[in-house]
């Protein structure tokens, strides 16, 4: 995360979202006094629409104020601004005398504060770049493994051993000269394969990988070892980029890829504590609930805990 | 075979399901002689333990006799007879080489579901819920024991199954409860719970070498069983516990308490039950631990509160205050039986502890959805059941 990265407009967002749980819960409370403060009050509909715009108000101070990065949600605001004038500009064509000067008022004051959240929005969209790193998707995950780090180093730098933990992967095959030919299964069964090569490598510390050719998405890797204090064995640390087209098209990608059942982070996790399992008790341990070992879908759905049919 | 699987809140079924096979080239299939059904047992029948699934067979107190090994298990051969223990623990990884086999780092396949609840997973126990592994339990004919090499331990003939059966679980779990007191001469040490395992921790603490043990229950059978085992009771529905420790101790205070309850404590009095109750029946909180919150504020200044009675998630009201400003030490655990059971064996051999006085009625397995609401209701002085297959 970036250090200049601008908390003001964070705040600013949460002051909104306040705000909205203000009017939210006025409107929800007394939609027949908010009608009439905005002169609407002689249409039969009045009294449900401003409940509703009171529900969409809440839901607004849900996401601003429940979100850890408040700011990129005050579009949902300046979208529902955008209603609000729009519903309030045909109530105005629709009124003469008192009521329609309350509601030209009313609109003034939504107009003033679409100005402020349509300030904040663009505000928030200018600085995620300085938020955001270069790359959507940058994993990394660590386990401490209890072998000799020459051990845990020799068994990764064959990178035919990788299938047996890395649960998404259905083979790779080394083709010589640190090249190797990696096939995936991807979302809807479908297979992927691609050409990697091994960049760095410096035996018992360092291995570092990227796929050079057919890959449809860029990757490159790392792997570090290090000896963990006191004679705990040998901590692995692993860091894998994606080359995701930037901005939203990564974005759209990685939330199809989770619609999907993918989730990277927790998937590099298990393969990691499968390389574990592996290097300390000899093989993937399985459960009658995850028979296939740890696998971060069947996590979601488990097996009942009882022996399955032969 | 048969098993008795757990089907929702309230309802357990003695099913036909597939038998079990090797999974694991560390596995050993056991032909379960007798099995027991456990107080922790009660907390997933009463739905309040997560990620159970329908058709999850229960029980991790069993043993029996080995029918099958897998290739790398040169420790069993078919024919030994075996106790297993609760905690599936591998022997390799940092956690078991330091004893620690219940939070064993590598038993657990569905460790991320743990994480999610706990921060850091413990290790994968039998029958008891897919956040530990979803394993099946041993309330069954036949059941696989992953590790095989490492848990079970080998029985000679010349014990019953009913005095060594208990060696998978509620002996060593009241023997540790004890243990993390550091009882010195002298000790007085309070026991919350006069079930099975509270009744082994009071034996235990009187052979750790505790001047003076305090049971502390509502069912006066089972304060019977503590008060043979040489215990001073106490029904909290007749005494205020905080006073009456407090008068016993002149003042001071046990130095050890042990909470063998855990999560679903009753309070004697109606509205703060019903606080707790409320709560966690409309899952604001998983856990009603009033014994725990009053071990706390019993102990002596300095003591040690030892809890062993299960929990599993997230409580209310824990007194913090009294716990550090008293300089309190909490200590806690799943046991790590396997770490017990060759000394245990060993004291049940010398006739030290006969832990078959527990058992106060036996079934056969197809019988456990009855002994299942007999034991949650406490009809006919339930204390233990045992179960044959």
Known sequence: MSEEYDRTTDRLACALGWASLGLGAVQLAAPDAVSRISGVDDSAGARSAVSLVGARELFHAGVLLGSREPAPWVWTRVAGDALDLMLLGRSLADRTGWRRQRVAAVMAAVAGITVVDLYTAVRANRSRGTRRMEHPMDLHAAITINRPRKKVYRHWRDVENLPRFMAHLESVETTGDGHSHWKVKGPLKRTVEWEAEIVEDHPDELISWRSTKGALVGNRGFVHFSDAPGGRGTEVRVKLIYDLPGGKVGEVGMALARLLGEHPEQQIRDDLRRFKQVMETGEVVRSEGSPEGTLTSRQVRQRPAQPAMR | ?389
């Open chain 2, 1 to 389: 075979m048969k098993a008795n699987c757990w089907m929702g809140r309230n309802t357990v079924e003695v099913r036909e399901v597939p038998d079990p096979r090797i999974l694991n080239a560390r596995d050993a299939i056991v032909r379960v002689t007798s099995t027991a059904i456990c107080g922790s047992d009660l907390h997933l029948y009463d739905g309040y333990i997560p990620t159970m699934k329908k058709g999850d067979i229960l029980g991790h107190e069993f043993m029996g006799e080995v029918v099958e090994v897998g290739q790398k298990v040169s420790t069993l051969k078919v024919g030994d007879r075996v106790v297993v223990p609760f905690p599936i623990a591998c022997g390799n990884c940092i956690a078991c080489e330091h004893g620690l086999y219940s939070v064993c780092e590598n038993s657990n396949p569905n460790a991320g579901l743990a994480e999610k609840l706990m921060g850091h997973a413990p290790a994968g126990i039998f029958g008891y819920s897919h956040m530990l592994g979803g394993y099946p339990g041993g309330q069954a004919e036949y059941a696989r024991v992953p590790f095989a090499d490492v848990g079970p331990i080998k029985i000679e003939n010349g014990l019953t199954d009913e005095q060594v059966l208990f060696l998978s679980d509620i002996l060593p779990t009241g023997w540790m409860g004890a243990e993390m007191c550091d009882i010195k001469p002298g000790d007085v040490i309070a026991v919350w719970g006069a079930g099975p395992v509270g009744q082994f921790a009071v034996a235990s603490a009187f052979l750790m070498g505790a001047e003076k043990v305090i049971s502390i229950d509502r069912f006066p059978y089972r304060l019977k069983r503590a008060e043979r085992a040489g215990a001073q009771t106490l029904n909290y529905e007749e005494v205020d516990v905080l006073d009456a420790l407090r008068e016993i101790t002149a003042g001071r205070g046990p130095d050890g308490c042990i909470d063998a309850v855990g999560m679903e404590a009753h309070h004697p009095t109606g509205v703060v039950h019903a606080y707790d109750r409320v709560k966690q029946a409309t899952r604001m909180e998983t856990e009603r631990p009033h014994a725990l919150r009053e071990a706390i504020m019993s102990c002596r200044n300095g003591g040690t509160v030892s809890v062993i009675g299960v929990y599993g998630g997230l409580l209310d009201k824990f007194p913090m205050g009294s716990l550090m400003n008293r300089s309190l030490t909490l200590r806690s655990g799943q046991c790590h039986v396997q770490r017990y059971l060759e000394p245990l064996l060993g004291r049940i051999r010398n006739g030290d502890i006969d832990p078959s006085s527990v058992v106060s009625h036996r079934m056969r397995l197809e019988d456990a959805p009855r002994g299942y609401e007999m034991f949650k209701n406490k009809e006919n002085e339930c204390n233990k059941i045992v179960l044959t297959p």
